[in-house]
């Protein structure tokens, strides 16, 4: 039996985050993944501008790796109107990225193995125990079990964490997202713009197609659970019915798709849900941090694992993890996250979406002052706008002028 400061479960962008942040404030730590870098893991590509923020901190960039800087975005509505939106700022010209995971999550561990100890193809198997407390791990590693105490365990191994799992906190929430993705060779993509469609087939989620700067693009859609399962759908076939409607049939016909389309699951936040406790922490996926209106995951996965750290440090100076649960909602905004449940509803209605996109697409005034509530300052003001009935009335009347 070894003994750790901390043990991390999941080598993904939350995991490798929380490693490396720990290494920075002194732990012991060991991270562990069931799985061998690099590999692929099914999502959207999609790296937005708080993540990279995060890396940077840690001296992590991605200047040499096969992605596709992204500085516009395309958003077309139900009806067919197109809109695009400059997504670049003074400082930063193309503030967000797509990078395939398995480019993105190889070059993370890759930092955290010249700072921590990575145990590759290690599954955790359970936890121990002493009386209530979390006090390590049991793992298979070259089909031997070896058990490794730690203060602290952190459990970023996504949606299904055993973590969560073996202490009863494990709940599937009709409102998480499920998605599909495939890749996809020889689409006609616009360079530096990622799009975002919404369609009847899919709402309130939407397709979306990122070009990954490699001459392919990642296409998926993601649909809310509670409605896959009341209208009794299998999200493949939608995936590719929604590729056959008029306005997609002609540009995916001269794409070819590479391999599969696969499914996964996208765990929205739910703030009742326990995240800590006497020597464990939830972070990533496994502490359902993904937006419930974008579907974004990434960023408050990172942002998890620097605040994990963070506590972890703590904890071993004589502190409780108590607090994380309270500090992690604080950084990740419940009252935006609150919000963007509310925008999600109101994408339900194709025709709401239809009076914000048509109107901006024949009126370049409204489009002007979209970009003017996009790049506001008050984020959640922002938002709220596009929760009220006076905005639609405001484009209505506008549009009509």
Known sequence: ???????????????????????????????????????????GDAIARKSLGVLRELGIDFGAAVCEPVSRAVLTSPAGH???????TRDE????????????????????????????DAAVTDLLHDGMKVRGVICRRDG????????????????????AR??????????????????????????????????????????????????????????????IKKRHLRIRDVHEAVLTL???????????????????????????????????????DAAGLVDPFSGEGIGNAVVSGKLAAEVAAEVARGASASSYAMRLREAIDTREI???????TLARHARLIDVL????????????????????????????ALLSPLTYARLWMRGKN
């Open 1 to 43: 039996m070894s003994s750790r400061q901390l043990v991390v479960i999941g080598a993904g962008p939350a995991g490798a985050t929380t490693a490396l942040f720990a290494a920075r404030a002194g732990l012991d730590v060991l991270l562990v993944d069931k799985r061998r870098f690099p590999r692929d893991k099914i999502c």
């Open 82 to 88: 197109r809109i695009e939106v400059d997504l670049s």
């Open 93 to 120: 010209p193309a503030p967000h990225l797509v990078c395939r995971r398995e480019i993105f999550d190889e070059r993370l561990v890759r930092a955290a193995r010249e700072q921590v100890e990575v145990w590759e």
């Open 144 to 163: 031997t079990d070896h058990e490794v105490r730690a203060q602290m365990v952190v459990g970023a191994d996504g949606f299904d964490s055993i973590v």
């Open 166 to 227: 073996r202490l009863g906190f494990y709940r599937h929430d009709p409102r998480w997202y499920v998605a599909t993705r495939g890749y996809y060779r020889d689409l006609e993509v616009a360079p530096q713009t990622v799009e975002v469609h919404f369609v009847h087939e899919t709402l309130p989620g939407f397709l979306w197609v990122f070009p990954t700067g490699d001459g392919i693009a990642n296409v998926g859609i993601g649909l809310v659970h509670s409605n």
């Open 246 to 284: 008029p306005r997609f049939r002609a540009r995916f016909a001269r794409a070819s798709r590479i391999g599969s389309v696969h499914g996964w699951n996208l765990p929205t936040p739910d703030f009742s849900r326990t995240l800590c406790g006497d020597g464990f922490m939830l972070a990533g």
């Open 338 to 344: 609150n919000l963007h449940y509310k925008l999600r």
């Open 357 to 384: 996109v048509g109107r901006a697409a024949a009126h370049p005034d409204v489009l002007s002052w979209i970009r003017g509530m996009t790049a506001a300052n008050d984020t959640v003001a922002t938002k709220r």
